[in-house]
């Protein structure tokens, strides 16, 4: 299976928290409003590399979510070429809003770059713990990623097993392989034979609203 990702990785500036339509911190979002604030935070998958980013599978699922009567605001957070390393230093920043759901879509640049899975590892469990203590009500969603098989076979299944472990223990929800009917498919990827064309991101949004969505009625 291929991963969707960049393999350079791209600095990001820290800046203040996002200010919302009414002028008020984004951190106090959740006084202001009854929306659920769905954050995605990830990579070029996330980021809609190569397509608009109304159609990406970030702003989809917010679409869907809408249209099934659900109070969403999601809030995409892909930087392309990131890594877990990466999301883990910008997550504080990230916190800063009120955040009810995290879907943390990283690991795929780490598995092109051959990182070891302990660190890959480490830097999941540390996301999570950093987003609970900023809000211990908050929900997690870890979304799966593989690695082809020429990283060698050991790499690639213990790059596999590394997400699923880190759900089960950590107690949040999992997205098996985010990229599933897409990776690998010529037809759903951009010539690259990486990155998922806006029919690729229209399954990838499937998949994800299969985890997403039975979350997002128990807070309703």
Not at 67 to 89: K, Q
Not at 97 to 120: F, K, M, S
Request: proline share 6%; glycine share 10%; aromatic share 4%.
């Amino acid at each position: 299976m291929l991963i969707g990702c960049t393999s350079k990785e791209t600095e990001v500036p820290v800046v203040p928290a996002p200010q919302l339509e009414n002028g008020s911190s984004a951190s106090d979002s959740k006084d202001a409003s009854d929306e659920i604030v769905i954050v995605f935070l990830g990579d070029s998958i996330t980021a809609g590399y190569g397509i608009a980013r109304e159609d990406a599978f970030p702003a989809r699922v917010e679409q869907e979510l809408l249209s099934a009567g659900y109070p969403v605001r999601v809030r995409e957070a892909g930087v392309s070429g990131e890594t877990t390393a990466g999301g883990l230093r910008r997550i504080d920043w990230i916190l800063n809003q009120h955040v009810d759901i995290l879907v943390i879509e990283l690991g795929g640049n780490d598995g092109l770059r051959g990182i070891p899975v302990d660190e890959v590892e480490r830097n999941l469990r540390a996301m999570i713990d950093r987003a609970r203590k900023s809000n211990p009500a908050i929900k997690i969603i870890v979304a799966g990623m593989q690695v082809p098989p020429n990283m060698g076979q050991s790499y690639s299944q213990a790059f596999g097993d590394v997400f699923a472990r880190v759900a089960t223990d950590e107690g949040t929800e999992l997205i098996p392989f985010i990229l599933q009917g897409v990776g690998g498919n010529p037809q759903l990827n951009q010539a690259d034979g990486i990155h998922p064309t806006e029919e690729g991101h229209e399954i990838i949004s499937e998949t994800v609203l299969d985890a997403l969505t039975p979350v997002v009625t128990d807070l309703r």
